[in-house]
């Protein structure tokens, strides 16, 4: 079975993944952008019982990150884990992205990916939640009930606070 490892750029944090991704992809959003400081995330989703860390994580929402190094890591739940990908220790790393997220937020210099999927917003409202929780807009409260195919965290489900942008999304 593939084994891949990871860790921050301190190596407080380590992490390992089993098996195949249940998908991988890049999200252009503004949350992505401002969590990374970089003009994108590359992420891969596993099954949480495929995901293990070591070393104590920090996390803001549900995005987590090395509280001394300031490295961003992972998300999880009970369900389903988010690595972020440029974490692995090889490089390149030995995945297909399948999808592109917020294609709108892409920088104009940077083309869509062969064979990537591609999606302007969220690949629908019910990924809206969950760990782009700024993207969502007053609508998308109807699809509480579904699950999600990102990251719900428990915490947030019944949340009305949660900051918004004006413009409805970043
Ligand atoms: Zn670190
Ligand atoms: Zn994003």
């Not at 803001?60 to 090395?66: G, K, L, M, Q, Y």
């Not at 064979?115 to 993207?135: K, T």
């Not at 998308?140 to 965290?153: E, F, M, V």
Request: with cysteine; aromatic share 8%; charged share 25%.
């Amino acid at each position: 079975m593939t084994l891949l490892t990871g860790s921050c750029l301190c190596g407080q944090v380590r992490i390992t993944v089993r098996g195949a991704p249940v998908r991988v992809g890049i999200c252009h959003c503004t949350d992505c952008r401002q969590e990374s400081g970089s003009a994108f995330t590359f992420f891969g989703i596993w099954p949480a019982r495929q995901f293990e860390h070591t070393g104590e994580a920090a996390s803001f929402s549900v995005r987590s990150f090395c509280p001394h190094c300031g490295g961003r890591v992972f998300s999880v739940d009970t369900h389903e884990a988010e690595v972020k990908l440029g974490i692995l220790s090889d490089a390149p790393s030995p995945l297909t992205l399948s999808y592109e997220l917020w294609i709108k937020r892409r920088e104009p210099w940077l083309r869509p990916i062969d064979g990537a999927e591609q999606y302007d917003e969220d690949r629908s409202l019910r990924s809206a939640r969950s760990i782009h929780p700024r993207n969502r807009t007053r609508s998308d409260n109807i699809t509480d009930i579904l699950p999600s195919p990102r990251l719900r965290p428990p915490s947030q489900r019944l949340s009305t606070s949660r900051p918004k942008r004006a413009s409805g999304g970043p």
